[in-house]
């Protein structure tokens, strides 16, 4: 909990229909080995201490006392367990007979959660022997199983009064199929985990349907949702139970069980994360502060001693969140991308009835996909390719092999390349400014960097253009550009492309595209990708580029990450630092603080040059466009990110 996780569990165990003390002892097994896992909250399926396919046996005494008896017992079993614990049996009242989850911890019964949706359709006749609870109901409080004044109703949350984001509502089965789901109600009323215990059976397709309307609910109620389903021992007669027990949280699928099997599954839900988007997505605070449902919502409190919490950290943490690990998905995701790059520029070109485009071309991997995205632009817009200008300004830091690679890459690409030298410029600038040559400092490279843009704005005013700006996301993040140097353009178009993106967008069209098969296209941008990144504003040793750029301000792998938690969901240093050394990065400790506080000070330095960076397509949900999705002010101060990441050494 330190870092905002809880550990949950679902579990379907072995089961007998009616034999409620086989089944008893099945749940305090499971609910032992999975709080030895460090799950604090546990949830096991609907009616699993009867069994949900008890059918007219439900009005028997015997089974009622026997289920009451067994609660008992499995709540005096599980007293010493640090796990709230969701399991199921019906409760008898006066008016009916209610589909209960009942809720424990620490010896306590701390709530009886009635069903309010009876399925009486197809194969499902529950109001044939329960009552609902509806929705419109008070909480009562009612004696049950040795307990007095236990809440009794649908308007229930458990709340760990330590930590008070852990706020988890219930709900069972049916009342997740129908269009406003008790659960709605809970998350606008302050829950952030819903525990569904479920009786649902197997048919051909509902498990995809189930593993869709779990994923969808817990993403539109910014949620984790734990669905615990009736295990393979309920099938009966005309009936087959399968087990599908899921965790979901916010649309993402963190455990599945499979079909048929009787395993417990674990996830660990990050409820700060969860809590940030709530905080973040203002539409869900306004639909919650006009919440019309009935607000007289009891909270029973307790401690979950979450700070104990053993168990190992088994969540995945993606070490490339920008980009899917699946090859499929990828190469989907690469055209989207492409599409929405290149639509954007497009609509500008047709806005301002541009004919031309201007792209300082270097033969790196930022460049090259800014030519590749223009010439995508051009033909959306009918525009011969030629016009297309691509300019190449060899000067002191230039090697032959990008040099090489703009030149033909322009030829393949159909663009119009021409070349500026720009050394005599740059030189006569020194002299100018009264500086010596032989001193490689940021004057040096910045007049480089400054007389390219010079270059390409007058060669754009020449050609009745606009130049195309070729930075991308991590050099705007971490400031790794020349302030009005290649920071300017007229249009950004890798502004929201992380460079760890910016990688697989070139393979993509080295691969996929239509152009991969033509000519040289391919073998160009291959060697592109082989090139280390770099700004080539240093002399080159024996013709070798030696301004490697990761060298000087870390791996763009270990920055892409930082930048997506932080502004993505605002997390801590501490809590960045402690998921890049769970994301299976190949680098150590040491190493990813290090840089993790490169990353801090230049974010925090360079805020000046992102509120005047030029338009451009947003891609994805992170952007520093002080338009969008970014506006901090300049001079604002680092101190308090770094004292927690001096407390971290």
Not at 68 to 74: F, G, P, S, W
Not at 121 to 140: L, S
Not at 581 to 592: C, E, F, R, T
Not at 619 to 626: D, H, Q
């Amino acid at each position: 909990m330190k870092y905002g996780f809880v550990k949950t569990a679902c579990a379907s165990p072995r089961l007998k229909v009616a034999d409620c003390k086989f089944n008893a002892e099945q749940i305090i097994t499971v609910a032992k080995e999975a709080s030895k896992n460090g799950a604090s909250v546990i949830v096991f399926p609907e009616l699993s201490i009867t069994g949900y396919t008890c059918g007219d046996l439900f009005f028997q005494r015997t089974l009622q006392i026997a289920a009451e008896a067994q609660l008992k017992q499995i709540i005096a079993e599980t007293s010493k367990l640090d796990s709230v614990i969701f399991t199921g049996l019906p409760v008898p009242r006066a008016e009916g007979i209610y589909n209960c989850a009942a809720v424990i911890y620490h010896g306590e019964l701390l709530a009886l959660i009635a069903k309010s949706y009876l399925p009486t359709y197809g194969e499902f006749y529950e109001r044939r022997h329960f009552t609902p609870f509806q929705q419109n109901m008070d909480t009562q409080f009612i004696d049950f199983a040795g307990f007095t004044e236990v809440p009794f109703g649908t308007d229930i949350l458990i709340q760990d009064e330590e930590n008070p984001q852990v706020t988890i509502g219930c709900e069972l089965c049916e009342d997740l199929w129908v269009p406003v789901p008790p659960s709605s109600r809970h998350i606008l009323a302050g829950a952030v985990i819903i525990a569904n215990l479920s009786g649902g059976n197997e048919i051909i397709g509902k498990a995809d349907y189930r593993r869709s309307l779990v994923k969808s609910h817990s993403a539109r109620s910014l949620c984790a949702y734990l669905y615990a389903n009736a295990g393979l021992d309920e099938s009966t007669q005309d009936m087959v139970f399968a087990g599908h027990n899921l965790i979901s949280e916010n649309g993402s699928l963190l455990a599945e069980s499979s079909l048929f099997s009787s395993e417990t599954i674990y996830a660990d839900i990050d409820v700060e994360r969860l809590c940030q988007e709530r905080r973040r997505t203002t539409s869900f605070g306004f639909s919650a502060n006009n919440n019309t449902f009935n607000s007289n919502y009891v909270v029973v409190q307790i401690n979950l001693n979450l700070e104990k919490a053993g168990g190992d950290f088994t969540r995945y943490v993606d070490p490339h969140p920008f980009v899917p690990s699946d090859k499929e998905k990828r190469t989907q995701r690469c055209l989207e991308v492409i599409t929405l790059q290149a639509q954007g520029l497009a609509k500008r070109l047709r806005h301002i009835n541009c004919q031309s485009a201007v792209i300082g071309l270097s033969g790196g991997l930022d460049s090259t996909l800014a030519l590749l995205i223009t010439c995508r632009a051009f033909d959306l817009c009918g525009i011969e390719r030629s016009k297309v200008r691509a300019i190449t300004m060899p000067c002191f830091g230039t090697t032959d092999r990008t040099y090489n690679n703009a030149c033909q890459l322009a030829k393949e690409c159909g663009a119009t390349l021409k070349e500026v030298r720009i050394a005599d410029a740059v030189r006569q600038h020194f002299a100018d400014l009264g500086h010596d040559e032989s001193v490689h400092d940021v004057t040096y490279e910045n007049c480089q960097a400054r007389e390219r843009t010079q270059v390409l704005m007058d060669y754009a005013n020449k050609t009745n253009g606009i130049v195309i700006g070729t930075g991308d996301l991590s050099e705007l993040a971490l400031g790794w550009c020349t302030y009005n140097g290649d920071h300017m353009s007229m249009y950004g178009v890798n502004s929201s492309i992380p460079k760890t993106l910016v990688r697989y967008l070139v393979q993509w069209f080295a691969e996929d595209s239509e152009d991969a098969k033509k000519g040289q296209f391919a073998s160009v941008l291959k060697d592109i990708l082989d090139t280390p990144v770099s700004p080539e504003l240093l002399p080159p040793k024996d013709g070798v580029i030696s301004q490697v750029t990761e060298d000087l301000v870390g791996p763009y792998e270990l920055h892409d990450f930082y930048l997506y938690y932080l502004l993505r969901f605002g997390f801590s240093p501490a809590k960045i630092y402690f998921l890049a050394q769970n994301a299976n990065l190949p680098y150590g400790k040491d190493v990813i603080l290090k840089w993790l506080k490169t990353f801090y000070r230049r974010f925090f330095t360079q805020q000046f040059k992102r509120s005047c960076m030029p338009d451009g397509a947003k891609v994805g949900t992170i952007n520093l466009s002080p338009r969008g999705d970014w506006r901090m002010p300049s001079d604002a101060m680092c101190s308090a990110w770094n004292e927690e990441l001096e407390s971290l050494n």
